[in-house]
């Protein structure tokens, strides 16, 4: 069984390398110019000292060869080779009479550690071999060469009359302490030497106190033989013994705090990451989740206007073909009729679908809460059945916020319709209106839910003694065409259109409630600062404006928008021509005479919209008037251009009617260029 015997290229494997190295190095030192040469000092150091005998200087040199053959890669065969010539070389010390040298030798110590090294330059080739006996033989040779060492620091003359270290040169010490480590070193990844290289806290703590471990007790046995007054040779060794006796206990102390500490570090962090994924993954589930909803709503709103649109082109294409095949002229102004009213209603379908999505265009003006509620009850009492109580307690008398009254209204008799509707066999309705410090609460939104800016709102609640809703009816509550009446019975488009006009007036829409405890309906809207002189008012008839003769520019793309608005405004006496676009239409007004009136779309194909053209026409053309318009508008987008005056806006589809009384009106003014 052979495993890989290469070593990676980092920090462990350099420093493994370099210390074989510089055993290599010393034992051919000790051979060459020691036993070759005659040099004293490459012999023993010291003169009292022992000497390295040949034997010891060729084990270790196989030794740091086989761990260099070990770093570099290279066969495994190299260290087992080196392994057996260490073995033979000391079995042929005590065997033959040759390799013996007098009075110098190989000592038992000395002999142990050779065949340690050998079983560790074996044992690296050895593949899946268990951590304890990989670790085993490094730690018995480190120690067996750290206690001659210590005598040595200490002058321990107990060495050379010791049986076991009598022989224990102290280069031989050295040398094989530096291989042992270099051993351990290649090991860092497992044992107690993964606790002691490990980046953990508790690692980098236990590397900062070794030294303290170490140095410490060696210094505090050095002290003690000096102030010993017992027999000098038994204290020596018996000093040396103590003294990494204290150090081995020490390092296995701080090993084991280590590990434990290590081993929470790391249960911690596990926990951390399988914390961090496991919100990940529910954060994925939710945006997932939130998108299906947000699909599913859309793909509803898309079917409901479909549908409803799809019932109005019916009637309208059907009374227009009666119209053109029916001889009798006395039944055309009814298919007239009919066809204008399904036309409108499909005006008020989009108006509604544009206030649920706040692309409406709303005219905020401040008024008095509490009178508008009132006039919107005077309304819903027509509508309102006698088994049903309708009470109220209306507590924002003074208080004044900027809305659009008429989508108000709109959007209030929705939730008061609905709340009828929730309760056929009679019930009680409670209207109530107070202000409410509010900060950034949750309201209801498209597919999801919105966050209002906090202060002061003032909150108009619908209560009913309805059957409520469930948990899952409500969170589809404000989806447009979602119902819970039965089918021909509800547009489904009245909490959604009610909910976009409450967002859109910088407030928001709350629902609250539980199966067989009715529903509790929060518009809020924020407070307004200023109070108006007089109170506006909420419904304006439209009047007859004759007509009178000017001259009118129509821009905008379809052209199918402008031929009819332009036979229109011919048919009142009105001189007409049409742009497709802002340029065609500063164009046209540079080459001939300047129109009294040009009529734009806001958004059209080119660089230019009707915003600029608007400004531009100011500019360039002051004589002349400028009335916008679009399919949808808000106030806030026509306000963002950052103008200093807002011209008049007229909202797709325009009633000839209308056409007629906001071209007289802006005509009678003077123009604002």
């Known amino acids: 069984m052979t495993t890989d015997v290469s070593l990676p290229n980092t920090w462990h494997s350099k420093t493994s390398f370099y210390l074989a190295v510089s055993v290599g190095i010393l034992a051919l030192l000790n051979l060459i110019l020691g036993w070759g040469l005659g040099l004293e000092f490459f012999l023993r150091i010291w003169p009292e000292y022992p000497a390295m005998v040949p034997s010891t200087a060729i084990s270790l040199l196989f030794g740091s060869l086989g761990l260099i053959a070990l770093n570099k890669g290279y066969s495994p065969w190299v260290a087992r080779l080196c392994s057996v010539l260490i073995a033979s070389d000391v079995i042929a010390n005590y065997r033959l009479a040759v390799f013996q040298v007098v009075p110098d030798g190989m000592s038992i110590a000395t002999a142990i550690a050779c065949l340690l090294i050998a079983v560790c330059l074996w044992s690296r080739t050895v593949k899946d071999l268990s951590t304890f006996a990989r670790l085993l033989p490094k730690t018995l040779g480190v120690s067996l060469a750290m206690v001659p060492l210590i ?128 919100d990940r993954a529910r954060q994925v589930a939710e945006v997932a989740l939130e998108r299906g909803q947000k699909i599913e709503a859309l793909g509803k709103l898309v079917g409901g206007v479909a549908h409803d649109f799809n019932n109005t082109l019916s009637v309208v294409l059907g009374n227009l073909q009666l119209l053109q095949a029916d001889p009798d002229k006395s039944a055309h102004p009814v298919y007239l009729t009919e066809a204008v009213e399904a036309v409108q209603n499909a005006a008020e379908l989009t108006r509604q679908l544009l206030a649920y999505g706040r692309k409406s265009r709303l005219e905020p003006v401040p008024v008095n809460l509490d009178d508008l509620v009132r006039k919107t009850l005077n309304m819903f009492q027509r509508l309102c059945p006698a088994n049903i109580a309708v009470s109220t307690r209306l507590s924002a008398n003074e208080m004044i916020v900027e809305l659009d009254p008429i989508n108000f209204q709109q959007a209030l008799l929705n939730i008061l319709i609905n709340a009828r509707d929730a309760q056929p066999q009679g019930g009680k309705i409670v209207i109530s209106t107070a202000a409410e410090e509010m900060g950034r609460e949750q309201v209801s939104g498209f597919g999801g839910t919105e966050q209002i800016f906090s202060g ?175 399919g949808y508008d808000s106030i806030r987008q026509r306000q963002s251009d950052g103008a200093e005056w807002n011209e008049p806006f007229l909202q797709k589809p325009i009633n000839w009617i209308l056409l007629r009384e906001v071209a007289a009106s802006v005509l009678s003014q003077t123009p604002k260029g």
């Open 151 to 278: 005598g040595y620091l200490y002058n321990s003359e107990a060495l050379f009359a010791n049986p076991v270290y009598t022989l224990m040169a102290l280069h031989t010490a050295i040398g094989f302490t530096a291989l042992f480590v270099a051993f351990l070193v290649n090991d860092a990844e497992v044992g107690w030497m993964r606790v002691l290289a490990a980046p953990e806290l508790g690692s980098q703590m236990l590397r900062k106190l070794l030294p303290f471990l170490v140095l410490v007790p060696v210094g505090l046995t050095g002290l003690a033989l000096i102030a010993s007054n017992l027999n000098y040779v038994s204290a020596d060794l018996r000093a040396s013994v103590l003294a990494y006796t204290m150090i081995l206990m020490l390092v296995t102390a701080a090993c084991y705090f280590a590990n434990v500490i290590n081993k929470t570090e790391q249960r911690a962090a596990q926990a951390e990451k399988l914390q961090r994924e496991s």
């Open 456 to 630: 002061t709102f003032v909150c108009i609640s619908v209560v009913d003694s309805g059957p409520g809703m469930t948990a899952q009816e409500l969170s589809r509550a404000t989806e447009p065409f979602f119902t819970t009446k039965p089918v021909g019975e509800g547009t489904g488009l009245g909490l959604s259109v009610a909910s976009g006009f409450c967002r859109q007036s910088g407030g928001g829409l709350t629902l609250l409630s539980e199966p067989g405890h009715g529903l509790t309906a929060k518009m809020f809207f924020p407070l307004s600062p200023s109070s108006p002189d007089v109170a506006p008012e909420t419904m304006q008839q439209s009047t007859e404006v004759k007509p009178s003769a000017h001259r009118i520019l129509l821009v905008d793309d379809d052209e199918k928008v402008t031929r009819v608005m332009a036979r229109q405004l011919q048919l009142d006496g009105n001189e007409v021509e049409v742009a497709l676009s802002a340029a065609d239409a500063l164009e046209i007004m540079s080459t001939g005479p300047a129109p009294d009136l040009v009529i734009t779309d806001l958004v059209m194909p080119g660089a230019m919209q009707g915003h600029a053209l608007a400004k531009e026409i100011r500019a360039r053309f002051p004589g002349t008037h400028v009335v916008l318009m679009s």
